[in-house]
């Protein structure tokens, strides 16, 4: 290296704040052009003698302690491969004290980083000879940089290290160490886990626990309930559903206890809370099984939907009543509207069979104003399935057939003898038409019917 007392010079005075980091750059540059030949021609003309750079502070020497730093940290450079340093280069490595002794020791272990950058990253994370001696005396070796920094970024100490070891976990690779700090599961949390039976969990598994909230207290807590035998799976939908050690005691309160963690998990699943389940008790509904009370959470059947259902008549409903009824939206607003139409005694398959053909309150409200009256579920289901509207009678009440039986209501419909083909008969044949032979008339064509007569 040409001019290398020279740079060591600008580098210590550098160092040691003689001179600025643009002084040294100009400095640097007038070394390289002194070091530099011409191109121009193949014999060069000898430059005359003249210092390597202008002469600053000549009343500030190079001490001999900082030029002995420099030429160690030069030589320690090159013995890392390192042979050229740029200006910005010295001063980074001032900023991450980058010494010569630090170099020289991690060379020692083998550590070799690739550049300067390298060797300023490891700095900058903290990566000590030290750090990597104890990872060793744990086993973890053969790490590269990034393996290092990683290890260094994620707070994994070989003291870390060494107390997951204590409790079995051992030959773990960098990733598992980095994901178990990372969601800090400590050697503590592991131990607690194997005291209480949970022995042969792997490094994902007590990472998913210790991310669901599964403490030990809480796994310790669902055994003195009962439950014992589970496993990860288990532990973390108990928890993911909020089933809690008290919940769990409150239904055995209530007369439940045999019970498993499926079980739970679906109660926890359809909200089923103990103040539910007290409320269709006080309603008089005590005999319930875990697969009731999932039903009724489930298709939304609440205590005070049960005691409106009651207020309209439908009275000891069964668990499938009661699901049947919600599944074909069978409301409140629905039995006013059959109690206003004048419709009672019916049982909860008329209702229901009114909810599977979509015979609404709307549709039960505005066959009444349109004075349809004295009808029966099985009629109201007929005229449904048939697209008897209300419209449809509404029209053929103004026409003048009022009061028809749902009978001939279902007939006129199913036979297309619409207010639209009667108002174009009457224009063609006269007023006098009756409906029977507006149906023959759509049923056998009209020269027929009235060839006949």
Request: charged share 30%.
């Amino acid at each position: 290296m040409n001019g290398t007392k020279e740079r060591l010079m600008i580098l210590d005075m550098i160092s040691e704040g003689k001179i600025t980091a643009a002084e040294g750059e100009e400095l640097f540059r007038a070394l390289e052009e002194v070091d530099e030949p011409s191109a121009e021609s193949d014999n060069p003309t000898p430059v005359p003698p003249q210092a390597p750079f202008p002469p600053l502070r000549p009343e500030s020497p190079q001490s001999p302690r900082g030029q002995r730093a420099s030429t160690e940290l030069v030589a320690a450079l090159k013995t890392a491969g390192i042979d050229h340093v740029t200006l910005s280069d010295v001063q980074e490595m001032q900023e991450h004290s980058l010494t010569a002794e630090y170099i020289n020791e991690m060379l020692a272990l083998g550590i070799e980083p690739d550049g300067l950058g390298e060797w300023v990253n490891l700095r900058i994370h903290d990566i000590t000879p030290r750090y990597v001696r104890e990872l060793r005396d744990m086993g973890i070796d053969d790490l590269d940089i990034d393996e290092l920094v990683e290890l260094s970024l994620h707070d994994v100490s070989a003291k870390y290290v060494s107390e997951l070891r204590e409790v079995g976990l051992k030959d773990l690779d960098v990733d598992e160490l980095v994901e178990l700090s990372n969601h800090d599961v400590s050697a503590k949390y592991i131990a607690e886990m194997r005291e209480l039976g949970l022995k042969d969990l792997d490094v994902d598994e007590l990472i998913e626990l210790n991310n669901h909230d599964v403490s030990a207290k809480y796994v310790a807590e669902l055994r003195a309930m009962g439950l014992k035998d589970f496993d990860v799976d288990d532990l973390i939908e108990l928890s993911n559903h909020d089933i809690s050690p008290k919940y769990i005691a409150e239904l055995k309160k209530m007369g439940f206890k045999n019970f498993d963690v499926d079980d739970l998990v679906e109660l926890g699943s359809h909200d089923i809370s103990p103040e539910f389940i007290a409320e269709l008790q006080t309603l008089g509904i005590k005999d319930l099984d875990i697969d009731d009370l999932v039903e009724l959470g489930t298709h939304g059947v609440s205590p005070e939907f049960i005691a409106q259902m009651r207020e309209f008549g439908l009275k000891n409903l069964d668990t499938d009543d009661l699901v049947q009824l919600s599944i074909h939206n069978i409301d409140p607003e629905f039995m006013k509207a059959l109690r206003d139409f004048g419709m009672t005694g019916f049982d909860v398959d008329d209702v229901v069979e009114l909810g599977i053909h979509n015979v609404t309150a709307r549709y039960i409200a505005e066959m009444k104003e349109a004075g349809l009256k004295d009808v029966d579920t099985e009629e109201l289901v007929e005229m449904r399935i048939h697209n008897v509207t209300p419209k449809f009678v509404r029209e053929l009440r103004e026409m003048g057939f009022s009061n028809l039986p749902v009978d001939e209501l279902v007939e006129l419909s199913i036979h297309h003898v619409t207010p639209r083909f009667i108002r174009e008969m009457r224009q063609r044949y006269g007023e006098h038409l009756t409906l029977n032979q507006l149906l023959d008339m759509r049923l056998h064509g009209v020269e027929e019917v009235l060839g006949s007569r």
